[in-house]
């Protein structure tokens, strides 16, 4: 494990990944499953809250991750929800 600056880096090769395009969509998508996972933890009505509790700030800490590295969401709405993106496009 290596200290670089401010990041700490397990392997170059795994530094190297992140920085990628396919990296950062991997960091996307595990953001993006990650938030509704938490959402369920933190909602009350939720068979998940009695199993386990979520900090909210640990999902908005992710949330704010995910503004830097939007690529599965921006994917995910292209494939899931193109007529909304026609809208916002128009």
Same mark, same amino acid.
């Given at each position: 494990?290596? /200290?670089?600056?401010?990041?700490? /880096?397990?392997?170059?090769?795994?530094?190297?990944?992140?920085? =990628?395009?396919?990296?950062?969509? /991997?960091? =996307?998508?595990?953001?993006?499953?990650?938030?509704?996972?938490?959402?369920?933890?933190?909602?009350?009505?939720?068979?998940?809250? =009695?199993i386990m509790r979520a900090e909210p700030s640990n999902r908005k800490d992710m949330e704010y991750l995910l503004d830097a590295f939007p690529l599965y969401r921006l994917h995910e709405r292209e494939i899931w929800y193109p007529d909304e993106v026609k809208k916002t496009e128009e």
């Open positions: 494990m290596k /200290i670089k600056g401010k990041r700490i /880096i397990n392997t170059e090769e795994a530094s190297e990944f992140a920085n =990628s395009v396919r990296g950062q969509y /991997i960091l =996307s998508q595990a953001l993006v499953f990650g938030i509704q996972k938490l959402k369920k933890y933190e909602d009350k009505d939720s068979p998940m809250h =009695s």
